[in-house]
């Protein structure tokens, strides 16, 4: 239902009528991070056409939010939530924040944000002595964080394609495995108008991940190498050929990723300057949304102040901690790294390219904020299996990159980063469905040595073949027990479950 009648509009108050239904009325242009340089938005471009640098979107007008006010603001997101208008439904609730240049009626929506925040039981409480929550991207439609991004990414090239009169555009990725997932669900949506291809490292990503872009009828092609090999062919694609990039240079997806600080801005009743936020770091464009999404809400007067982020990497792929370990800021210098096998495989790259926005924004965001609020540290391969295995066994849902997440909070509380009194938020970037491979090696202690991973025996789970040793005949197909058959089997069976599970006699 998407009309003016069937909305309540007209029941709520006078001061944010006015403001419910966005007007596409913003102006962004790309801003190239190194020479400054502005380009227009008429065109889909991925770096600086000047410098070859990464790029982001800014709002050149961004006084007008400043000046409507926080207050104003908190309530119109607040009323949106009662809203029952469609486009408005996901990460478009700050549609003013994110991409104020879409019209409505070319908006995507398939179900992305607004994921839960769960609370962390008492055992994990006291294990880790901070209170904390989950926020569970995995429940995003291709079960993980990148679904926010790309519904703004073809939101837009939804608009851009209407706009110039495209129908055959061609949206290409490298991926480790949820990028491309998203990717080609979004794209299959708009299938008239967008055909997708992925390029996945081979054998680097898991059977879940390489089903998702194959049912959503993406061409897939797999390729020799890690995932930063996969990076620099598509963009030699990108530099060469007509093709659409989906990947977070992709300065489209970084706005609609914004919203993950939004949401949890919204839900702490826009109160996050006692917060921390814990993500794992990969590319790190997921990082640079959350810090600008964060300042930019701060820069509007919504929220109280800025939250602490702590962003988390795993010993075997660790460029940005290695970065941050100079404490001296005009001595620090970028090197990628060459990465190793890593449980957290969807953050196994050594050379994010998010970096130049990261080391803008950790600036400015430290700025803004008069203080040091950024921290990065860095985990075992071993703690984050731990934390994962740990985290499920209390009600979680989490990946291996959200176990990363936990031993990253582990890690930074440790390190003296975060007060106890402070309340955290751990990203949970994707479902642990999709990374079910590392459940079973740990469960099976088959991980390759590379990993150096030591499942905990009392961690360890595996089916029970049920098989009591006077039964000669079970149930087979097409064949079924009756009579005083079926009648030995119940009995002999559930005395020999009985006997495993402990359980006393009435
Ligand atoms: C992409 C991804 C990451 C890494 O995020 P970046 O934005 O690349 O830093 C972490 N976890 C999961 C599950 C991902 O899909
Ligand atoms: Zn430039």
Not at 134 to 160: E, H, Q, T, V
Not at 228 to 242: G, R, S
Request: net charge negative; hydrophobic share 40%; glycine share 6%.
């Amino acid at each position: 239902m998407t009309t003016g009648k069937t909305m309540k509009i007209d029941q709520f108050p006078e001061d944010v009528k006015q403001y419910l239904i966005p007007k596409s009325d913003g102006s962004i242009s790309y801003r190239c991070l190194e020479c400054k340089n502005e380009s227009s938005i008429d065109r889909l471009l991925y770096t600086c056409p000047d410098c070859g640098s990464v790029l982001m979107l800014q709002d050149n007008n961004f006084d007008r939010l400043s000046k409507i006010g926080g207050e104003t603001w908190r309530k119109v997101f607040d009323y949106r939530r009662m809203l029952n208008y469609q486009p408005l439904k996901g990460i478009f609730r700050y549609y003013e924040f994110i991409a104020p240049v879409i019209p409505i009626e070319h908006i995507v929506y398939l179900g992305e944000g607004h994921t839960p925040m769960v609370e962390a039981n008492e055992q994990l409480k006291d294990m880790v002595g901070l209170n904390f929550y989950y926020k569970d991207d995995g429940l995003n439609p291709s079960a993980s964080f990148k679904d926010r991004g790309m519904a703004c990414a073809l939101s837009f090239i939804n608009y851009f394609a209407s706009k110039n009169k495209l129908d055959n555009l061609l949206a290409i990725c490298a991926s480790t495995g949820d990028t491309s997932a998203s990717a080609a669900l979004y794209a299959s949506y708009l299938a008239d108008l967008v055909k997708s291809a992925v390029l996945l490292p081979h054998g680097k990503v898991t059977p879940q991940q390489l089903a998702q872009p194959l049912g959503s009828g993406a061409k897939v092609l797999e390729i020799p190498g890690v995932f930063d090999d996969c990076m620099k062919v598509v963009e030699a694609l990108a530099d060469n050929y007509h093709v659409a990039l989906l990947n977070s240079k992709n300065s489209w997806r970084i706005l609609g990723q914004e919203s993950f600080s939004y949401e949890i801005s919204q839900d702490f009743d826009y109160e996050v300057a006692d917060k921390v936020i814990v993500l794992p770091i990969g590319n790190a464009g997921n990082i640079t949304a959350i810090m600008n999404g964060f300042l930019k809400f701060f820069q509007a007067g919504i929220t109280d102040g800025l939250p602490k982020i702590i962003g988390v990497q795993s010993e075997h792929a660790d460029p940005v901690y290695k970065y941050y370990l100079e404490s001296i800021p005009d001595k620090r210098r970028f090197k990628p790294v060459t990465v190793n096998s890593s449980v957290a495989q969807a953050a196994m790259i050594g050379n994010p390219v998010s970096m130049p926005r990261v080391i803008k924004l950790f600036q400015e965001y430290n700025n803004a904020a008069d203080d040091l609020k950024i921290f990065i540290v860095q985990v075992t391969e071993q703690d984050i299996m731990d934390s994962m295995i740990i985290a499920n066994r209390n009600g979680n849902i989490v990946c291996t990159q959200g176990g990363e997440s936990l031993a990253g909070l582990k890690k930074a509380k440790t390190e003296g980063f975060i007060l106890n009194n402070e309340t955290c938020i751990l990203d949970s970037t994707a479902h642990m469905l999709k990374f079910l491979t590392f459940q079973e090696m740990y469960f099976e202690d088959s991980f390759p040595p590379e990993f150096k991973i030591k499942p905990k025996n009392e961690f360890k789970n595996a089916p029970v073949l049920v098989r009591p040793e006077n039964l000669k005949n079970y149930p087979e197909r097409g064949r079924p027990l009756k009579g005083e058959e079926l009648q030995k089997y119940i009995h002999e069976m559930s005395a020999e479950i009985a006997g495993i599970l402990g359980l006393k006699a009435k």
